[in-house]
C-alpha cells in the first residue's frame, strides 16, 4: 500500500491564482481529512468527509473547497490564494470504524502564496 | 485562549535521560488523547493512545491522562537521537463518526544529544 498520497509536495502561488492540491488514500478508509500546518498554531482542520458524496467544515474552511466523488480522493481546492494560506498543507485519512481509529497522515504539501 | 496548550519548547537533553512532554486542555468534553510525532517535513504518525483518565504503557513511551486537573503527558524513558522530533498532542470528544475532529496542541520540539 502507499497509504496516503499528496501531490505537488511544493506549489509557489500568486496571490489571486487557484489551485487544487490532491490526496489519495489506497486503504478504503472512509473518513478523511485536510489540515494546514502553522508555525505557532498547530495542525487546524480545514473540511472533513466521512464518505464519498458527504464533506463538511472544520476549524479553519473560508477560501477552500473540497470535494469527494470517490473513496479515494479527497481534492482541496483553493479558489482564489491569499498570502494568509502560505502553509503546509496535510491530508490524513482513517476507517472511522472505531473511535480508537488511527489517523494516517500524507507527506504534506508546502504552498507559498507570494 | 486556545483549547488546546503545548510548550513548543525547543527541548533539548541528553541521550539517556528521561523526557516528559505536556499538554493541558480546557475542553471538557475531550474522552480521546492521542500523541503524534513528527519528524522533520514528513506528517505526524501517531505514537500513544489514550482513553480518558489513566496511564498506557508502550515500550519506552507511557501516556498520562489527568482528566481532573485537564493535564496530559507523554514520558520517554531512554531517549535516544531518533526521538529527535516534535511531539504533537491531540484531542477529540464525542463524536457521531469517530476521530475525524481532532484539536493538536502547537507540538514541541525535542532534541537528544548524543
Known amino acids: 500500500n502507499a497509504g496516503v498520497t499528496q501531490t505537488p509536495k511544493f506549489q509557489v502561488l500568486k496571490t489571486g491564482q487557484s489551485m487544487t492540491l490532491q490526496c489519495a488514500q489506497d486503504m478504503n478508509h472512509e473518513y478523511m481529512s485536510w489540515y494546514r500546518q502553522d508555525p505557532g498554531m498547530g495542525l487546524r482542520l480545514i473540511h472533513y468527509s466521512v464518505g464519498a458524496g458527504i464533506t463538511d467544515q472544520g476549524e479553519v474552511p473560508n477560501g477552500y473547497n473540497v470535494s469527494r466523488s470517490t473513496t479515494e480522493d479527497f481534492p482541496l481546492r483553493l479558489l482564489s490564494a491569499a498570502p494568509s494560506q502560505t502553509s503546509v498543507y496535510f491530508c490524513?485519512?482513517?476507517?472511522?470504524?472505531?473511535?480508537?481509529?488511527?489517523?494516517?497522515f500524507g507527506p504534506g504539501t508546502r504552498l507559498t502564496v507570494l | 485562549q486556545k483549547e488546546v496548550e503545548q510548550d513548543p519548547g525547543p527541548l533539548s537533553v541528553p541521550e539517556g535521560a528521561i523526557v516528559s512532554l505536556n499538554c493541558t486542555y480546557s475542553n471538557s468534553a475531550f474522552q480521546y488523547f492521542m500523541w503524534y510525532r513528527q519528524y522533520s517535513r514528513k506528517g505526524p504518525e501517531l505514537l500513544m493512545y489514550t482513553y480518558s483518565s489513566g496511564n498506557k504503557e508502550d515500550g519506552r513511551f507511557t501516556a498520562q491522562v489527568d482528566k481532573s486537573s485537564k493535564y496530559i503527558s507523554l514520558f520517554i524513558r531512554d531517549s535516544q537521537p531518533s526521538d529527535s522530533a516534535t511531539y504533537l498532542c491531540a484531542m477529540s470528544g464525542q463524536t457521531n463518526f469517530g476521530n475525524e475532529k481532532l484539536t493538536f496542541g502547537t507540538g514541541t520540539r525535542l532534541t537528544i544529544i548524543p
Open positions: 490524513a485519512s482513517s476507517t472511522g470504524l472505531e473511535r480508537t481509529d488511527t489517523q494516517y
